[in-house]
């Protein structure tokens, strides 16, 4: 969910509070539009993503790429068919890079989103329940993700309160345990953020599927294009390797705009 009014940030943590409560619009997650901060940004008239934590959302950006097609953002770059649109995002360093294309219904695009690569991988053990677990931890610029092979975990949520009280993870601006069944490629993602105090099952998750694909190329040292299930639906994973490293990782999906309007807090 996006808020259009250029709030100040301080406020950013109780307005996303309050959406996401079940009693009021139950979102997921809450995005703020701003005015970029950056001279690279300002240059390029486009948009700043401000997420209600100042983590980085994938998803997130490369919906608000489609909202300003969607909207008729002016200053955008149309390269035959696809809408060319770059993004400031709270938790990455860079422009954020996303191809946006139209469908016959006009309110439903295909967003793909070039990814920030990850920062570093890395592999922990974790004892439960009298077994031993091999969990990828994967940090992106802005979040860290966990990737769990969920076969045998018969509770989830309490998997989730160990794991994070045992290796301290309250410390942390924003992560997700991404619980992966290979055999059906199917992906839950459950994410944390501290500064809203939020914990929520994603219906989709594009930092978590970028974190998982850069696990499944990383331990092949190949190319990767696979297909995703979540929740929420499909996402289509491009990775690219050149000269021994991960070049790029490309996220494909449907955005759809299902509603606007105004929100009394």
Not at 96 to 123: A, Q
Request: negative net charge; glycine residues 6%.
């Amino acid at each position: 969910m996006f808020i259009k009014d250029n709030l100040p940030r301080r406020t950013h943590k109780d307005i996303a509070k309050k959406i996401m409560q079940y009693g009021n619009i139950y979102a997921e997650q809450v995005g703020f539009i701003e005015t970029p901060v950056t001279e690279e940004g300002k240059k390029k008239e486009t948009l700043r993503l401000q997420m209600m934590g100042g983590e980085f959302c994938g998803n997130a950006a490369r919906s608000l790429a489609a909202y300003m097609v969607y909207s008729s953002y002016p200053s955008l770059n149309k390269v035959e068919d696809k809408y060319l649109i770059e993004l400031e995002v709270s938790g990455a360093r860079d422009m954020v890079l996303c191809e946006v294309s139209t469908t016959e219904n006009n309110n439903e695009f295909y967003s793909k989103i070039n990814m920030p690569l990850p920062v570093s991988i890395d592999k922990i053990k974790f004892s439960y329940e009298n077994g031993l677990l091999n969990i990828i931890k994967v940090e992106l610029p802005g979040i860290i993700h966990f990737i769990v092979d969920c076969d045998g975990i018969k509770d989830k949520q309490d998997f989730f309160t160990k794991f994070k009280s045992e290796l301290n993870l309250d410390k942390l601006d924003a992560f997700g345990v991404m619980f992966y069944e290979p055999r059906k490629t199917f992906l839950e993602p459950l994410v944390y953020v501290r500064e809203t105090e939020s914990l929520f099952w994603e219906r989709s998750c594009v930092s978590g599927t970028t974190a998982l694909a850069y696990a499944l190329s990383y331990d092949k040292k190949e190319n990767l294009n696979i297909e995703i299930n979540e929740p929420g639906g499909k996402l289509l994973v491009e990775v690219n390797w050149c000269e021994g490293k991960i070049k790029s990782i490309k996220l494909d999906g449907k955005v759809t705009i299902v509603a606007e309007g105004t929100l009394h807090i």
